[in-house]
T-cell receptor
Framework: DTGVSQNPRHKITKRGQNVTFRCDPI?????LYWYRQTLGQGPEFLTY????????KSRLLSDRFSAERPKGSFSTLEIQRTEQGDSAMYLC?????????????FGPGTRLLVL | AQKVTQAQTEISVVEKEDVTLDCVYE???????LFWYKQPPSGELVFLIR??????QNEISGRYSWNFQKSTSSFNFTITASQVVDSAVYFC??????????????FGKGTLLTVNP
């Protein structure tokens, strides 16, 4: 059983450019989460999907951020007009919600550097 | 609001020493989940344990053990006979429980454990 995968693993971009990250969850998992982690901090929740529906977005997710999960499979996170403050590790996690229990399994993350 | 505090920013031990990582949490929920994750230098968060709030039984898995005390809102993690491969950042996390709600994780800031040979 393969784990959660994320691409690219590293991204360097110039301020003002758009970037898109992809997350492929564990195949039977119905929930997918995005988190952001800055240096020396724990991950912070950004948004999550149950199947293809995006059910909650954090206030951290400005209108420059958009996430999709078409057909309830892989997900993409796009950042438009990147700013230096967007530099962080973006983590994806997936889970199978069953009987009100779940454990989130994380991918290796995409490390973004905005110059 | 939920909050997790890991007061120890960094711990350094010599191989074979026992080490305990502290975690204190705050929540208004009556039921919740507690987790520990390990983040090695590669960056991927590795799941270690999940504990339901209604199950206060301590757990041991090999060299790892966890002590959950609801009365003090603590969920501490002990590594016995530490090894160099245990060197990583360890995160304690908390999530709601029940219904179809968002089970988003609230993480502490992590404890960097360095095990020296």
């Amino acid at each position: 059983d393969t784990g959660v995968s994320q691409n690219p693993r590293h991204k360097i971009t110039k301020r003002g450019q758009n970037v898109t990250f992809r997350c492929d969850p564990i195949s039977e998992h119905n929930r997918l989460y995005w988190y952001r982690q800055t240096l020396g901090q724990g991950p912070e929740f950004l948004t999550y999907f149950q199947n293809e529906a995006q059910l909650e977005k954090s206030r951290l997710l400005s209108d420059r951020f958009s996430a999709e999960r078409p057909k309830g499979s892989f997900s993409t996170l796009e950042i438009q007009r990147t700013e230096q403050g967007d530099s962080a590790m973006y983590l994806c996690a997936s889970s199978l919600l069953a009987a009100y229990q779940e454990t989130q399994y994380f991918g290796p993350g995409t490390r973004l550097l905005v110059l | 609001a939920q909050k997790v505090t890991q007061a120890q920013t960094e711990i350094s031990v010599v191989e074979k020493e026992d080490v305990t990582l502290d975690c204190v949490y705050e929540t208004r929920d009556t039921t919740y989940y507690l987790f520990w994750y390990k983040q090695p230098p590669s960056g991927e968060l590795v799941f270690l344990i999940r504990r339901n709030s209604f199950d206060e039984q301590n757990e041991i898995s090999g060299r790892y053990s966890w002590n959950f005390q609801k009365s003090t809102s603590s969920f501490n993690f002990t590594i016995t006979a530490s090894q160099v491969v245990d060197s990583a950042v360890y995160f304690c996390a908390l999530s709601p429980h029940g219904g179809g709600s968002n089970y988003k994780l609230t993480f502490g800031k992590g404890t960097l454990l360095t095990v020296n040979p």
